[in-house]
């Protein structure tokens, strides 16, 4: 079974979960106020949210920015569904597509105001990950925001073992008792387990043609196991 597949088999339990994970909205929302903090054009942008899932980065964009015009773009037509049930303000839109193929889909171009992807990056084969983020950039205006957000535990090992903590005790359970499929969160937990440090993603952000690229962690039970990566688009600018 292919990544979007088995994401797709699991959207109708997904929010649910997020719900039973501490501080993950919350998290989206931090994540979102940088994004708004370095958009330069802040009447009705256009942000792009990639790996937009069943929404809740878009809703967690559109809570902070709520002029936004927002396009969720994501590979799992089964988590769009879920995404596109849901009310959104005008504007709002839902792009079944996978970050490989933004350049050559027609729908991708008119260059946003910034850019957003939480929990995409990791689901990235890795040899491909500086090449979408290259990709990502040659779409955006010059001096346009990107934020990534994501999990990375490989430099604490107590991050580690608190994630592992979690998903055992808290995650992999619940899930089981709602009746979703464990294999995904299996995976997310080896995932993120063997995730590539913050490091490495801000040296990919730097060879992909970024500027500024930089990282803070989250807060509560978070702290050193997510992070969130601000850069900027700065080819073109004078
Ligand atoms: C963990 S979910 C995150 C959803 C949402 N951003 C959130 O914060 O709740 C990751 C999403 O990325 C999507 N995804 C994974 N690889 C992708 C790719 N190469 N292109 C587009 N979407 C992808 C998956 O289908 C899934 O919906």
Redesign the pocket.
Known sequence: MS??EA?SRSARRYDLL?RLNPGYRRE?RRAAKALAHGLTNKESPVIW??????G??TQALLDTVPDAHVIG????DG?LNFAREKSWPNGTEFIL????NLASNDAFDNAPDGVFA???LR??PEAERTAVLTSIRELMKPGTPLVLHDYSVSESRWAQAKWTIVCFAIIIPLATLAGAKTSLFTYLWKSVLDNEATATVLQRLVQAGFHHASVTTAKGWHREVLHTYTAVNQEGLA
Request: aromatic share 8%; proline share 0%; hydrophobic share 45%.
């Open positions: 990544l979007s994401f997020t989206l949210d990639l790996g937009c899932g069943t809740l980065s773009v994501d590979a799992s988590m597509e996978s970050v490989e939480a929990y995409l689901n990235v």
